[in-house]
Protein backbone atom coordinates (compact mmCIF):
# COMPACT_ATOMS: atom_id res chain seq x y z
CA UNK A 1 0.00 0.00 0.00
CA UNK A 2 2.75 2.19 0.08
CA UNK A 3 1.96 5.80 -1.81
CA UNK A 4 -1.56 4.63 -2.39
CA UNK A 5 -3.04 7.77 -3.90
CA UNK A 6 -6.64 8.29 -5.30
CA UNK A 7 -6.07 7.21 -8.55
CA UNK A 8 -5.37 3.97 -7.16
CA UNK A 9 -9.23 3.28 -6.40
CA UNK A 10 -10.93 0.41 -7.85
CA UNK A 11 -13.64 1.26 -10.24
CA UNK A 12 -16.47 1.79 -8.46
CA UNK A 13 -18.82 1.46 -11.41
CA UNK A 14 -22.17 -0.39 -10.34
CA UNK A 15 -21.32 0.37 -6.53
CA UNK A 16 -23.10 3.12 -4.74
CA UNK A 17 -21.87 4.88 -1.43
CA UNK A 18 -23.49 6.84 1.51
CA UNK A 19 -21.09 9.32 3.03
CA UNK A 20 -21.86 11.48 5.83
CA UNK A 21 -20.57 15.12 5.26
CA UNK A 22 -20.64 18.09 3.16
CA UNK A 23 -17.02 19.20 3.42
CA UNK A 24 -13.80 18.88 4.29
CA UNK A 25 -13.08 15.21 4.14
CA UNK A 26 -16.71 14.31 3.02
CA UNK A 27 -16.64 16.50 0.37
CA UNK A 28 -13.35 14.83 -0.91
CA UNK A 29 -14.56 11.30 0.02
CA UNK A 30 -17.30 11.77 -2.35
CA UNK A 31 -15.65 13.14 -5.32
CA UNK A 32 -13.09 10.36 -5.60
CA UNK A 33 -15.69 7.92 -5.31
CA UNK A 34 -17.59 9.95 -7.73
CA UNK A 35 -14.46 10.13 -10.48
CA UNK A 36 -14.19 5.77 -9.89
CA UNK A 37 -17.84 6.25 -11.26
CA UNK A 38 -19.89 5.62 -7.98
CA UNK A 39 -23.02 6.58 -7.45
CA UNK A 40 -22.97 8.79 -4.31
CA UNK A 41 -25.34 10.07 -1.55
CA UNK A 42 -23.86 12.82 0.35
CA UNK A 43 -25.67 13.03 3.76
CA UNK A 44 -26.03 16.76 5.23
CA UNK A 45 -27.89 18.36 7.64
CA UNK A 46 -27.86 21.79 5.39
CA UNK A 47 -29.44 21.91 2.42
CA UNK A 48 -26.91 24.63 0.98
CA UNK A 49 -24.09 23.32 1.94
CA UNK A 50 -25.02 20.32 0.22
CA UNK A 51 -26.02 21.75 -2.90
CA UNK A 52 -22.54 24.05 -3.04
CA UNK A 53 -20.50 20.28 -2.48
CA UNK A 54 -22.90 18.75 -5.42
CA UNK A 55 -21.88 21.92 -7.68
CA UNK A 56 -18.48 21.80 -6.68
CA UNK A 57 -18.33 17.82 -7.63
CA UNK A 58 -19.66 18.31 -11.20
CA UNK A 59 -17.76 21.54 -12.15
CA UNK A 60 -15.07 18.82 -11.39
CA UNK A 61 -16.64 15.63 -12.70
CA UNK A 62 -19.31 16.64 -15.23
CA UNK A 63 -21.07 13.22 -15.71
CA UNK A 64 -20.62 12.50 -11.51
CA UNK A 65 -23.53 10.84 -10.22
CA UNK A 66 -24.15 12.10 -6.95
CA UNK A 67 -26.81 13.73 -5.13
CA UNK A 68 -27.57 14.99 -1.64
CA UNK A 69 -29.74 13.76 0.95
CA UNK A 70 -30.87 15.63 4.11
CA UNK A 71 -29.67 14.10 7.49
CA UNK A 72 -29.07 15.42 10.95
CA UNK A 73 -26.80 13.17 13.02
CA UNK A 74 -27.52 14.86 15.96
CA UNK A 75 -31.42 13.86 15.84
CA UNK A 76 -32.24 10.32 16.21
CA UNK A 77 -35.82 11.08 14.46
CA UNK A 78 -33.65 12.63 10.94
CA UNK A 79 -31.62 9.11 11.15
CA UNK A 80 -34.76 7.06 11.01
CA UNK A 81 -36.14 10.15 8.60
CA UNK A 82 -33.28 8.81 6.20
CA UNK A 83 -32.97 5.80 6.67
CA UNK A 84 -36.69 4.95 5.80
CA UNK A 85 -36.58 7.23 3.08
CA UNK A 86 -33.31 5.39 1.70
CA UNK A 87 -35.34 1.86 2.13
CA UNK A 88 -37.92 2.97 0.14
CA UNK A 89 -36.17 4.51 -2.94
CA UNK A 90 -33.67 1.49 -3.44
CA UNK A 91 -32.70 -2.60 -2.42
CA UNK A 92 -29.49 -1.95 -2.04
CA UNK A 93 -26.26 -0.14 -0.66
CA UNK A 94 -22.57 -1.13 -1.15
CA UNK A 95 -20.63 1.07 1.18
CA UNK A 96 -21.08 3.43 4.50
CA UNK A 97 -18.85 5.91 5.20
CA UNK A 98 -19.76 7.02 8.80
CA UNK A 99 -17.56 10.60 8.56
CA UNK A 100 -19.16 13.59 9.55
CA UNK A 101 -18.01 14.91 13.03
CA UNK A 102 -18.23 18.03 15.23
CA UNK A 103 -15.33 19.34 17.39
CA UNK A 104 -14.40 20.74 20.76
CA UNK A 105 -17.68 23.21 20.98
CA UNK A 106 -16.30 25.62 23.97
CA UNK A 107 -19.53 25.12 26.19
CA UNK A 108 -21.58 21.67 26.52
CA UNK A 109 -24.34 21.17 24.05
CA UNK A 110 -26.94 18.73 23.91
CA UNK A 111 -28.95 17.08 20.58
CA UNK A 112 -32.56 17.27 20.52
CA UNK A 113 -32.12 13.42 21.93
CA UNK A 114 -30.33 15.19 24.89
CA UNK A 115 -26.71 13.59 24.08
CA UNK A 116 -23.58 15.61 24.26
CA UNK A 117 -23.33 16.63 21.30
CA UNK A 118 -19.66 15.53 20.24
CA UNK A 119 -20.55 12.03 21.51
CA UNK A 120 -24.57 11.96 20.60
CA UNK A 121 -23.45 13.27 16.62
CA UNK A 122 -19.73 11.46 16.08
CA UNK A 123 -20.99 8.09 17.40
CA UNK A 124 -24.31 7.83 18.44
CA UNK A 125 -25.76 9.42 15.36
CA UNK A 126 -23.71 6.65 13.13
CA UNK A 127 -24.26 4.12 15.29
CA UNK A 128 -28.13 4.52 14.75
CA UNK A 129 -27.68 5.33 11.10
CA UNK A 130 -25.30 2.00 10.55
CA UNK A 131 -28.52 -0.12 12.25
CA UNK A 132 -30.83 1.87 9.77
CA UNK A 133 -29.28 1.15 6.82
CA UNK A 134 -28.01 -2.26 7.92
CA UNK A 135 -30.63 -4.21 5.86
CA UNK A 136 -29.60 -2.13 2.76
CA UNK A 137 -26.06 -2.85 3.21
CA UNK A 138 -27.16 -6.52 3.67
CA UNK A 139 -28.00 -7.09 -0.04
CA UNK A 140 -25.12 -5.10 -1.78
CA UNK A 141 -22.07 -6.27 -3.44
CA UNK A 142 -18.83 -7.22 -1.04
CA UNK A 143 -20.67 -4.19 1.42
CA UNK A 144 -18.02 -2.07 3.91
CA UNK A 145 -18.98 0.32 6.68
CA UNK A 146 -16.03 2.78 7.31
CA UNK A 147 -16.05 4.58 10.52
CA UNK A 148 -14.00 7.31 10.58
CA UNK A 149 -11.88 7.69 13.99
CA UNK A 150 -9.03 10.57 15.12
CA UNK A 151 -5.61 10.39 16.34
CA UNK A 152 -7.42 12.16 19.48
CA UNK A 153 -8.62 8.38 19.96
CA UNK A 154 -5.22 7.58 21.67
CA UNK A 155 -6.26 9.90 24.47
CA UNK A 156 -9.92 8.51 24.47
CA UNK A 157 -11.51 6.51 27.73
CA UNK A 158 -15.34 5.17 27.51
CA UNK A 159 -16.40 6.88 30.82
CA UNK A 160 -19.92 5.17 31.27
CA UNK A 161 -20.62 7.02 34.39
CA UNK A 162 -19.62 10.42 32.25
CA UNK A 163 -20.77 9.01 29.02
CA UNK A 164 -22.80 12.65 28.14
CA UNK A 165 -20.63 14.68 29.98
CA UNK A 166 -23.05 16.01 32.73
CA UNK A 167 -20.89 15.41 35.16
CA UNK A 168 -18.00 17.48 34.07
CA UNK A 169 -17.16 18.58 30.48
CA UNK A 170 -13.54 19.15 28.70
CA UNK A 171 -14.02 19.33 24.83
CA UNK A 172 -11.40 17.80 23.97
CA UNK A 173 -11.41 14.86 25.83
CA UNK A 174 -15.02 14.05 25.04
CA UNK A 175 -13.96 14.61 21.18
CA UNK A 176 -11.68 11.87 22.11
CA UNK A 177 -14.21 9.34 23.67
CA UNK A 178 -16.93 10.04 20.98
CA UNK A 179 -13.28 9.02 18.16
CA UNK A 180 -12.57 5.93 20.29
CA UNK A 181 -16.29 4.98 20.35
CA UNK A 182 -16.08 5.30 16.62
CA UNK A 183 -13.35 3.30 16.23
CA UNK A 184 -14.22 0.43 18.81
CA UNK A 185 -17.63 0.60 17.26
CA UNK A 186 -16.13 -0.39 13.85
CA UNK A 187 -14.15 -3.32 15.66
CA UNK A 188 -17.21 -4.24 17.31
CA UNK A 189 -19.34 -4.27 14.03
CA UNK A 190 -17.09 -6.73 12.66
CA UNK A 191 -17.03 -9.11 14.80
CA UNK A 192 -20.86 -9.28 15.11
CA UNK A 193 -21.83 -9.19 11.42
CA UNK A 194 -18.66 -12.20 11.50
CA UNK A 195 -20.06 -14.07 14.16
CA UNK A 196 -23.95 -13.61 12.34
CA UNK A 197 -22.93 -13.89 9.06
CA UNK A 198 -24.07 -10.41 8.19
CA UNK A 199 -21.34 -10.60 5.12
CA UNK A 200 -20.40 -6.55 5.83
CA UNK A 201 -16.99 -5.61 6.01
CA UNK A 202 -16.41 -3.35 8.78
CA UNK A 203 -12.69 -0.98 9.22
CA UNK A 204 -12.10 1.90 10.58
CA UNK A 205 -9.49 4.63 9.54
CA UNK A 206 -8.11 8.49 10.28
CA UNK A 207 -7.38 11.22 8.61
CA UNK A 208 -4.00 12.31 10.51
CA UNK A 209 -4.14 16.12 11.01
CA UNK A 210 -6.05 17.86 8.03
CA UNK A 211 -6.83 21.17 7.06
CA UNK A 212 -10.48 21.08 7.58
CA UNK A 213 -13.46 23.39 8.93
CA UNK A 214 -13.75 21.12 11.74
CA UNK A 215 -11.81 23.03 13.99
CA UNK A 216 -13.22 26.30 13.21
CA UNK A 217 -16.47 24.94 13.61
CA UNK A 218 -16.31 23.39 16.66
CA UNK A 219 -14.07 25.52 18.94
CA UNK A 220 -14.15 28.45 17.27
CA UNK A 221 -11.96 30.68 14.56
CA UNK A 222 -10.67 33.06 17.51
CA UNK A 223 -9.90 30.17 20.27
CA UNK A 224 -6.06 28.53 20.48
CA UNK A 225 -7.13 25.72 18.11
CA UNK A 226 -8.86 27.94 16.00
CA UNK A 227 -5.78 30.51 15.40
CA UNK A 228 -3.75 27.63 14.86
CA UNK A 229 -5.33 26.01 12.14
CA UNK A 230 -5.43 29.35 10.26
CA UNK A 231 -2.07 30.98 10.84
CA UNK A 232 -0.27 27.81 11.22
CA UNK A 233 -1.65 26.07 8.38
CA UNK A 234 1.40 24.67 7.27
CA UNK A 235 0.97 21.88 9.84
CA UNK A 236 -1.87 20.59 8.45
CA UNK A 237 -1.98 18.46 5.14
CA UNK A 238 -4.46 19.26 2.68
CA UNK A 239 -8.20 17.54 3.29
CA UNK A 240 -7.62 15.78 -0.52
CA UNK A 241 -4.92 13.77 1.41
CA UNK A 242 -6.34 13.11 4.72
CA UNK A 243 -9.40 11.47 2.87
CA UNK A 244 -6.76 8.84 1.37
CA UNK A 245 -6.76 6.42 4.59
CA UNK A 246 -10.97 6.35 4.55
CA UNK A 247 -10.61 5.75 0.55
CA UNK A 248 -8.78 2.97 1.21
CA UNK A 249 -10.27 1.44 3.70
CA UNK A 250 -13.30 1.85 1.41
CA UNK A 251 -12.16 0.53 -1.74
CA UNK A 252 -8.69 -1.25 -1.92
CA UNK A 253 -9.15 -5.16 -1.55
CA UNK A 254 -5.82 -5.09 0.87
CA UNK A 255 -8.06 -3.35 3.33
CA UNK A 256 -8.88 -6.13 5.79
CA UNK A 257 -12.27 -6.72 7.93
CA UNK A 258 -11.81 -5.19 11.18
CA UNK A 259 -8.83 -3.29 10.12
CA UNK A 260 -7.46 0.42 10.87
CA UNK A 261 -5.81 2.69 8.20
CA UNK A 262 -3.84 6.43 8.90
CA UNK A 263 -1.03 8.18 7.18
CA UNK A 264 2.14 6.40 7.49
CA UNK A 265 4.59 9.37 8.60
CA UNK A 266 5.55 11.73 11.80
CA UNK A 267 3.67 9.86 14.42
CA UNK A 268 0.70 9.04 11.59
CA UNK A 269 -0.47 12.54 11.13
CA UNK A 270 0.60 13.04 7.72
CA UNK A 271 1.21 11.19 4.60
CA UNK A 272 0.08 7.71 2.95
CA UNK A 273 -2.56 5.36 3.71
CA UNK A 274 -0.79 2.45 6.27
CA UNK A 275 -2.10 0.19 8.87
CA UNK A 276 -2.69 2.58 12.35
CA UNK A 277 -1.50 1.83 15.63
CA UNK A 278 -4.71 0.41 17.72
CA UNK A 279 -4.77 2.39 20.88
CA UNK A 280 -4.56 -0.45 23.89
CA UNK A 281 -8.29 0.88 24.89
CA UNK A 282 -9.78 0.24 21.76
CA UNK A 283 -8.68 -3.28 21.81
CA UNK A 284 -10.97 -4.01 24.83
CA UNK A 285 -13.83 -6.44 23.62
CA UNK A 286 -15.69 -6.26 26.87
CA UNK A 287 -15.94 -2.42 26.85
CA UNK A 288 -16.91 -2.80 23.11
CA UNK A 289 -19.72 -5.00 23.79
CA UNK A 290 -20.79 -3.05 26.58
CA UNK A 291 -20.54 0.32 24.41
CA UNK A 292 -22.93 -1.03 22.21
CA UNK A 293 -25.52 -2.59 24.58
CA UNK A 294 -25.80 1.01 26.18
CA UNK A 295 -25.68 2.87 22.71
CA UNK A 296 -28.42 0.46 21.30
CA UNK A 297 -30.57 0.93 24.26
CA UNK A 298 -29.94 5.31 24.05
CA UNK A 299 -30.45 5.40 20.36
CA UNK A 300 -33.41 2.34 20.14
CA UNK A 301 -31.35 1.35 17.31
CA UNK A 302 -31.82 -2.38 16.27
CA UNK A 303 -29.45 -4.47 14.33
CA UNK A 304 -31.37 -7.73 14.54
CA UNK A 305 -32.83 -8.60 10.75
CA UNK A 306 -35.63 -11.03 9.98
Do not use: C
Request: charged share 20%.
Amino acid sequence: MSGWRASDIPSQQRRSAVVTGTGGLGYEDALALARAGGEVIIAGRNPAKGANAIARIRSRQPNANVRFALLDLADIRSVRSFGSRLRAERDSLDLLINNAAVMTPPTRQVTPDGFELQFGTNYLGHFSLTAELLPLLRKGSAPRVVNVSSVAARAGAIDFENLQAERSYKPMPIYSQSKLANLMFAFELQRRSSAAGWGITSVAAHPGVSRTELIPNGAGRISLAGLVRTFLWFLFQPPAQGALPTLFAATSPDAVPGGYYGPDKLGETRGSPAVARVPPQADDDAVASRLWDVSARLTGANFALP
